[in-house]
């Protein structure tokens, strides 16, 4: 380089060395304006929420917290024909102004204050979006100057597309309506990216002029909504259309579909289904942590929604005449454990019958719907197996005495009759056996909430002295369903199902399911049924009749049906079996008309489960002289198993038909079969007037033989503190009672070695010990045998 030439580069570089630097500067401050961290322009105003079933049909949009319809959706997500209509018909240069039009703005301002022409902005994109967001009064030119100074701003901090998108979801579409996302769904009931041209060219027209382009909503005689659509929208978006096919002559064939009507949906007929449902999933989202989420897509489908509503309507409108004003249904896919379907009131608008309140969470008494996980439980303890005869007679289980619904005793009930003919005593009995756990922990470890401690409901837990939701005795349904896996319901679609944990074997809950599955249907709904898909169906009754229940799977779902009135009131007309069942069975019938196809799940059929051979009188194993011979199912290593002694052999003489003495002669005797059932169980048959031939008293001669059953003392109970008080010292003593062998026709008492008195079979005695202590109390009837317990008495002032 020669000398001159360097002699002028320094001197350029002297001459401009301040304007150089400042440039330089400019740059640094413009990009780390840029590159400082700036609040989301999606954060700038509060979201609605669009809340959607499993095949994306809309269910709500709600509301923002001020009161507008507002969704915030991704630029990417908007479809081309949008963005490229707004910035066709707004903002032309928006890609290459640095956030305002110079000659935009004087042509404005020329037209506006120098002709005095209609009032022209000449406003680009950023410019509105500052108004919006800035709140600025652009009518006078000192705010139309802070709305370019805001522009400017804005393109510093934030890039062109993020200007773009911030612009389309805050735009103005009439009404209280705010961003194409939301305009989109309410205007044309889905969502932006599936507009089409003439919908999206028309979304691109309205903010503009939303007042003007977009009427108020109207109603004809029909009750049908007017169309919103003005002739000054239709005006706009033909110009825009116009000018469209300039830029892509591609879409000249979209001319026809352009002259078609379009209509506009008012904001007042957008949907507002499964009220009760979408406002537990928007609960959830806000216990998440989540805001206000643009999106939610749940697991409810919106057809199965539909019919189950019109089941419950037109099920109180039938039983209006009983008193029969309100219901909750739920139904729960068991394969994902998805809420297809809740129905928390009869109707979410009747103040009357408080149609608001979520029925579907509510805290009520189950009644006997919870009796099968007791038996499920008895099945896995080994406490009994489905053929289990079983004492449905008056018991007391020290202070408590549960009586049966109807007030009858049956006497021998097998396990799956007691199940299924909801006998309360042979249920109590069951909880009484269990331990580790007990039912009380059962429901707890099953995820049953607001539970008081295992003392306050001590055995009437079983007859629905604690409390469910009709979710959370769904949710128990669903895991008898799946053989004992108990997994949390689920109601968003992204909610991933996790692994259940086991509370049940797998044979336990297939044995239940089979007791279930033999509960004839109630008379009133007693129709033929195509495919003869089973039904595992359990009702439920509260005291008071305050509540009536049925639960139970048809195929691949759970139906939980709830009868009763949120306030308490009691009506005898709820009863499980007759307000609840019909319903439950007329939602069952709809799902099987809805699908023909409808099938149960797949399950293998558990593999340590056998059926074994059983004397149906006892639930035992056949001796040889059982005449009546069944099968049960068993789990081996668990099942209760012992031959049968109900039957028994007594030689009698031919002569004098009373029992012989051996030697037994062939010729002048012969055996007949007797039956031998305990004390209490032939009570029963007594008083019901059911005959049974009594087996005769047996003579000295044979009594070494005998093979009977040893007395079971049934009170006191095993473990029980007795506390008398010595003011009260003439009440009544403590009541003892045993049940004995046909055979036997006097039971002796005693307490240590002292001997306290003698009864006759199957008769209470009455103690009043006269100092406290611990006692063994022992019952010994007329053969010898005996059973014991231990007892401690307090006494207190």
């Avoid at 089409?196 to 009427?215: K, N």
């Avoid at 979710?471 to 895991?479: D, G, I, Q, V």
């Avoid at 439920?540 to 939980?560: E, N, Q």
């Avoid at 001669?701 to 079971?712: E, H, I, M, S, T």
Wanted: charged content about 20%; aromatic content about 8%.
């Amino acid at each position: 380089m020669s000398a001159s030439t360097s002699v002028r580069v320094v001197g350029f570089i002297r001459r401009w060395q301040n304007p150089l630097t400042a440039l330089l500067l400019l740059v640094l401050v413009t990009i780390g304006i840029r590159l400082w961290p700036h609040p989301p322009l999606s954060q700038l105003k509060p979201s609605s929420t669009a809340v959607y079933d499993d095949a994306g049909h809309l269910l709500r949009l709600t509301l923002a917290s001020d009161d507008r319809y507002r969704l915030w959706i991704p630029l990417r997500e908007m479809p081309p024909a949008l963005t490229r209509g707004v910035l066709l018909h707004e903002d032309a240069w928006f890609r290459w102004h640095p956030g305002f039009n110079p000659v935009s703005l004087l042509r404005g301002g020329w037209i506006t204050y120098v002709r005095g022409g209609n009032r022209q902005g000449g406003s680009t994109i950023t410019m509105q979006l500052a108004r919006l967001i800035y709140r600025l009064n652009t009518r006078t030119p000192f705010g139309k100057m802070r709305q370019v100074l805001r522009s400017i701003q804005l393109e510093m901090c934030y890039s062109k597309d993020a200007i773009l998108e911030a612009y389309l979801n805050y735009a103005p579409y009439g009404r209280n309506i705010e961003g194409a996302g939301a305009a989109s769904l309410v205007y044309f009931d889905k969502p932006v990216a599936q507009l089409s041209l003439p919908e999206a060219l028309a979304l691109a027209v309205i903010p503009q002029d939303p007042s003007g382009r977009v009427r108020e909503s109207t109603a004809n005689t029909a009750g049908v909504p007017a169309d919103l659509i003005s002739p000054r929208l239709a005006d706009a978006r033909a110009r825009l259309f116009r000018r469209w096919l300039i830029a892509h002559p591609q879409d000249a064939t979209a001319e026809s579909v352009m002259r078609l009507p379009l209509h506009l949906r008012a904001p007042e007929h957008l949907p507002f289904a499964a009220p009760h449902f979408v406002e537990e999933v928007l609960t959830d989202a806000r216990l998440r942590g989540e805001s206000a989420p643009p999106v939610l897509r749940t697991t409810l489908d919106l057809d199965l929604q539909r019919l189950v509503e019109r089941q419950v309507a037109n099920h109180v409108r039938r039983n209006a005449d009983r008193g029969v004003r309100n219901a909750v249904a739920v139904l729960v896919d068991t394969r994902d454990l998805g809420i297809k379907a809740l129905v928390g009131s009869a109707d979410y608008f009747d103040a009357g019958i408080a149609g608001q309140v979520d029925g579907a969470l509510a805290k009520r008494s189950p009644g006997s719907a919870l009796k099968p996980f007791i038996y499920a439980l008895g099945f896995d303890q080994g406490v009994l197996h489905p053929q289990t005869v079983l004492r449905d007679v008056p018991t007391s289980f020290g202070p408590f005495t549960p009586e049966n619904f109807d007030g009858r005793f049956l006497g021998p009930v097998t396990a799956t009759e007691a199940l299924i003919r909801s006998r309360n005593i042979p249920a109590v009995y069951v909880a009484s056996k269990l331990h580790n756990p007990s039912f009380y922990q059962f429901l707890k470890d099953a995820g049953i909430s607001r539970l008081a401690g295992e003392d306050y409901y001590g055995l009437a837990l079983v007859l629905g002295g604690g409390e469910v939701t009709p979710e959370e005795l769904a949710r128990l349904y669903a895991m008898l369903a799946n053989r004992g896996e108990l997994a949390p319901l689920r109601r968003r679609a992204d909610d991933t199902r996790v692994r259940g944990t086991r509370v049940l074997s797998d044979a336990a809950s297939f044995m239940v399911l089979d007791m279930l599955r033999q509960n004839p249907r109630p008379d009133d709904t007693a129709i033929a049924q195509p495919g003869h898909l089973p039904v595992y169906w359990k009702t439920g009754t509260s005291w008071a009749f305050r509540d009536a229940w049925t639960a139970g799977i048809i195929g691949p779902y759970v139906i939980v049906v709830w009868v009763g009135n949120f306030d308490g009131t009691g009506n005898p007309a709820f009863v499980g079996v007759e307000a609840a069942a019909p319903l439950f069975f007329h939602i069952a019938d709809a799902l099987r008309a809805r699908d023909r196809a409808l099938a149960e799940p797949l399950h293998s059929p558990p593999r340590n489960l056998k059926r074994v051979e059983i004397c149906l009188a006892s639930g035992d194993l056949p001796n040889a002289w059982c005449p009546r011979r069944g099968t049960a199912w068993f789990i081996p290593g668990k099942s209760p198993i012992r031959v049968s002694d109900v039957h028994r052999p007594i030689v009698v003489d031919n002569v004098t038909g009373k029992p012989a003495c051996p030697p037994y002669d062939p010729r002048t005797t012969h055996i007949e079969i007797f039956e031998y059932w305990p004390s209490d169980l032939a009570r029963v048959f007594r008083q019901a007037g059911i005959p049974r031939r009594s087996p005769p008293a047996l003579p000295d001669c044979v009594l070494a033989g005998d093979n009977g059953q040893p007395p079971q003392i049934v009170s006191p109970l095993r473990g029980e503190i007795y506390t008398r008080r010595t003011s009260r010292s003439s009440e009544q003593g403590i009541a003892f009672n045993a049940t004995v062998d046909a055979g036997v026709q006097t039971l002796y008492w005693f307490a240590d070695d002292s001997f306290i008195g003698a009864v006759k079979a199957g008769e209470p005695l009455l103690w009043q010990p006269a100092t406290a202590g611990e006692y063994t109390l022992r019952a010994i009837d007329d053969h010898g045998r005996s059973d014991a317990r231990p007892l401690r008495v307090d006494v207190v002032p």
